[in-house]
């Protein structure tokens, strides 16, 4: 019933920018909170930024002041700007969902995942 789609994703050199954009469809909550999570090969997926059902904003200390994480539910859209990107940001990175109005930046406190879009920065 519920269904996040992530788009954006490409290759970049280093201190470049990009967007990511996550679709999602489907009801699952009037004050949902939304992240956006990333996995590097042989990394465990960490997150990287979430935005709660009030619009506060948390952000991985590896990202703060380089991404902003924002939300049009209009559009029914998420989105992830990413600034001066480094080599070490190349992951796979993933939208996810909670019905709850916040949620810790943990793999395991979100419910509903896209299928990833991939960003690889070069040095």
């Known amino acids: 019933q519920v269904q996040l789609v992530e788009s954006g994703g490409g290759s970049v050199q280093a201190g470049g920018s990009l967007i990511l954009s996550c679709a999602f469809f489907?009801?699952?909550?009037?004050?949902?909170?939304m992240a956006w999570f990333r996995q590097a090969p042989g990394k465990e997926r960490e997150g990287v930024a979430s935005?709660?059902?009030?619009?506060?904003?948390t952000y991985s200390d590896s990202v703060k002041g380089r991404f902003t994480i924002s939300q049009d539910n209009a559009k029914n859209t998420l989105y992830l700007q990413m600034n001066s990107l480094k080599p070490e940001d190349t992951a796979m990175y993933y939208c996810?969902?909670?019905?709850?109005?916040?949620?810790?930046?943990?793999?395991?406190?979100?419910?509903?995942w896209g299928q990833g879009t991939q960003v690889t920065v070069s040095s």
């Open positions: 489907g009801y699952f909550g009037n004050r949902q909170c």
């Open positions: 935005i709660d059902g009030n619009g506060r904003t």
């Open positions: 996810a969902a909670d019905p709850r109005w916040w949620a810790l930046l943990q793999e395991n406190e979100y419910k509903y």
